[in-house]
């Protein structure tokens, strides 16, 4: 690699962070059952110190997503986990709120056919938009599982516009410095329709509610096959992309490690970034990229930074392209030489600057393996089982 | 069947009906070749003739979309094809330009890398909607083939940006009585990205270009497992909702027979429209019902008589849903009760009442039967065989 | 309908059983969550009550089916079981085993890589054969979670024959009586590869197995578009089909009730039996109808009450095809025709015909009302609750 | 890149040759049209001569498929044929019957209703056999389009049992050194069912056959999300695996470059075979590695090049797998580990050992641009052209 390349990769990384969710470091599984892990983090504050060993071994995640329900109980003094935060050198990035656990929201939320759960759902949104103002967080991030499982389970149109007004008081609620993200999927938990199916529902309801509100696109709720860095580039130029939920899938939302099942799908994304920012370098405001990924079988803080490394590694590749090149192909149509532009930069092994990046941080070559050697995971671990023992904490739940 | 349900059913149908393709009477197929028909059609008039067949004996089908490249040579007097339509009591429905078979569009029609290229393509259509004024359609239908084959073939972002240019220059020349239709297509011919690939991207050009530009919905171009009478709710909710292409398929764009793959999806769509009509009338403006089928193995003109029929069967079944008991259901959360509701009208035998429908207009019991008794498709077999061989039409073409 | 018809299908009920899920009574839910009902059923003895109560109004479900892990704790007398079931009128049909939840069950169960959980794996099998030839049971039914994550996990090879070597070992505990049914599922809760993931693969484990072992067909485990009946129909050839688990999709294992969003597949599928048992009388032996639904809205026991009257609606509407104008039809090669023969017989309306059956047998015209007046689920949702309280069971468990 | 890697990579490649196809130096398209290039091949002559440029660029496509139909006209001396491929150093390959282009095929080949379609479909089978012996290849490939596109059309069983019996009789025609391929495809043509959906069909259909019956997997011709390496990897173990036709996919069969959509897959697939190879050298065959892809956009010639570079890069670096660090990865259970070999090795850049083999065999380092610089395009394409104005050859059909 000469040296062109890899200050191209320098000053790609040195705008690229990744912020990590609480959840991620929580034990989690399928319906099926979920595999414990002696080391995964019982309460905030152990997400905030995982999340704390992240960053300083990446150097790249200084941001930490909470959810509210599972992160802050009554009793969590809010100021405390924002100090906590900082003493590890993380912030408290976008906030979660959760309308899809409770018994209430078996409906739906703030679409439910009953007004009184409408409003409850949405005072805990207007709750989470306040607790990010206490938290000095600038990302209100929204998730629906709302939908019906059967035809004619309920009228479409009649949720849509409670939609619509949900989220418009939302807005009206956010200050000056927070955005709101209004996030798609096509299924799961609902099976007959979502009411947020796609990015098209997302995007008309987030225009609706103001200036405040984009959309954020969660690389796994996507149909088979639908291309992604379209509706990225789509997006993009609307000026509505708010940011992205990482995580990679196979057949439905997997929830598996970024890049991990179509790596050129990950640097394709990044690729239409990179674009926008040399051509359209207007349209390319703060993209919150997010990793949102349920690990079931990995070690929770090692797929975190294995998450990070795998984005920087493709985020650095789609910096190689050679846009000047790329452009006279395409202006001559030739199809073969445009790919081979693509293919070039997604050939390069990116393994040797990016070392030279951590590296001129101070940071281990090998995140991965300097983890490993710290012996965090081992002391983390003993004491969460004592924890666990202590607090009475189940052993998972079954299926049926 | 009681008299009220009669009634309604009756009440749908009097305000139902369908344009037919023009390109449906002629030989179509796979990309493995064309399975030909003696009787398909030839030319324009054969197409005129056919639809009036499928018109007087089905009493629903007035109109009939024309393709222009294939229905327009030079030599054709446009007010000539205007008469042969009047006379057999049919009229000129939907212009669809054709910017996709010329060799030109290699690389896209009105998003091709070359401005020549997308002059001609815009010069096309702008012809395009001078000719349905000329023929007195109302309706301009667009279907574009622009996409990549490749990652990294095309600019996705330009491409949007030349669609938007395009898209406003076709608004500007519409006379007030024409709407442009715009529809949007996953994949194929296109199979890396599809620069109009899903509702969301058709709903923004169409925005963008002006009040009289609406969504065109194909059924057939979804993507699996996509809920597309969501959509349609959503497109009424938006007053957006131009109309549709009426086919069904299982896999891709297979353009089989509406309804013969999955019934309850038809029942589904019309579900929605009803609904509509019920709560929103004034939502609900003129929704152009087309046919958009390519048939390889049925003959061409019972395909379209038993698209007709197949259609008012679930338009009138739809029309048999007991709102007022659905809401009671759906308000107090009855997942099943409402969902039995949907079922119970999809599962009323409406066979009947399509026949007392027909009868009252003086048609035949059974438009199919009175087709094949009729003798037109042996008359017509020959003389078109015999024109087809005096004209030197060849007898298909080969994959490879 | 004429009194031929109605004939076929009290002939064609007269033959055709259900078997209900003992989990079916039990909460479950999405990996997001379960909403939970009072009357739910806490223990074996609850599920055979409610089983009881669906077969006695239905007249069509005399077994159930067990989850041994679910069902039998240590302390569960196994006659007490069978004599229970009995007391209300049904038997204990298919033995389900259980390898997936257990803690050990993270990398496999017979494919572990440890050697250790695999013979903890193979002896839960073989415990469960014995318990089938305790309680009379003629069916083993083998679901695996067995499957991988990510790429390079595991050797898919090696995998594969610790299956093989697992179900011959099966094949050799079973009682003359008893059959292998061995199920298969594209993905969830394995993402990357699942180790049995299409009929290809449990038809190729169950030969080798022996001929005591059949291939199961859970309608919801399939590819998006895949064509179940043909699967049925080359399973039936092959005189390898061992049942069903009756439930529906639209996306992934959506567990919906069947027929609820595709219910002309559900129709093709029973037609493939029937045109069997017309033409090869001899190829169709017992089929083993189950149902294996996970209802998180829907009441359970009304759900299952549903599912077998719609299971027997389109079972019915399925006898009505007339296979001599079909195979006229066919023979003449006129494909329209013969698609309208299964169209007239999925239209025709087998409401009164079902009444009629279930009225010939003593039972209610529509046993879903007939529950619903029975104060049955009141009753034990009070007793349930109470009961749940006394023994301080949990309500419901939390994503993350 | 270490000597032990570039003598593994330079092994691999040693082995692995790639037959191309006659079809692929043709003009082919989609339903909706051809785009034509000048230097299109004619005839069988043209095929041969752009094959021989091909592999005397690349060194690594010794064998050409041919498609009888299209390039065996009743004037066509195939020993002429047999030596022109001589004269540039390839030979002929696998043997393409076309059962599926005439007229006579509308409703099936060897599955047609009509006893005396299915006869002539048979024999040309059989001649194919037997032209293959005349030309000395050893591989039939079989392909059937076979298939029905409406629920009802056909009897599914009936149409098995046909495909069973026409498979044993082209089996018992074989010389003892032909192998017979037996290719399955989802659908396109057929769009309700195809005869032979997927593999397991394939499989049963050649294990009835004959010993010399074997699979052939295209990569294009799965469902979405499903598991290609796992079905290599099962055929490979129960020694069915005949071969690959070579090309990559996003929706349906869209036949574009071999690792254009989907690298990764590309190499997955591949480290199944060398797996295969590491651990049980005797079950890998000879496996007839096949391009079976459709340019409409890139020229054919430099497409043919460029997918013979990629499947040698991606077979190049699933060579570099290293094994034993693996197995101790899966064998302690190290998911992550694991996964990281095989990004490992996917991620090494093999562009300079592909050029040092190039090299050490006399070949150009660059094979697409060496093609470019000799100007052997420029040249045919001014012959063909020429030809094709002599021959008064067609400029290409419409779609309707």
Redesign the interface.
Known sequence: MDEQDSSKIGKALDGFSIELPS?GF????????K??QEGAAIDIFDKIADAGQVHSLTGCCPDLAV?V??DFTDETPTQAVAAAAGEVGVRIGSINPNV??D?DY??GSVAN??AAIRKRALDHLLASIQLGQELGSSLVSLWF?DG??????????RR??AFSEALRTCHEALAPNQNLLVEYK????A???TDI?????A??LAKEAGPQAKVLVDTGHH?????I??IV??L???QMLGGFHFND????D?D??LG?????QTF?IF??IH??QQ??PGLVNSIAYMVDQ?H????KI??ML?TAMVAQ?YYAKAAL?DWTI?DEA??R?D??D??????KA????V?DALVAWRQGRGLAADP?LAFRESGYLERVSEERSQRRERLGL???????
């Open positions: 959840w929580a034990n989690t599984g399928t319906r099926f059952g595999f414990l959810h329900l599972w899809f656990q018994q078996k409906l056919p009953d599982a019906t499982n059967y035809p004619g389970q309920d009228c479409i149109r849509k516009r096509p299924f799961e938990p099976f007959y329709h199916a796609d990015w098209g529902m995007l008309l149909y088979s096959a639908q291309n860095e379209q580039a789509w993009l130029d609307e899938r196979r057949y439905a997997d598996l490690t991990s099942i179509d790596p050129y394709r690729a239409e674009s926008c051509r359209d349920s079931n079988l990995k070690p090692e797929a294995q590694e392209i790329l395409r202006q149509g199809v073969l445009a790919e081979r532009v693509y293919q997604f050939r390069t092994d393994t991965l189940g052993t998972g739940s079954s299926y049926a």
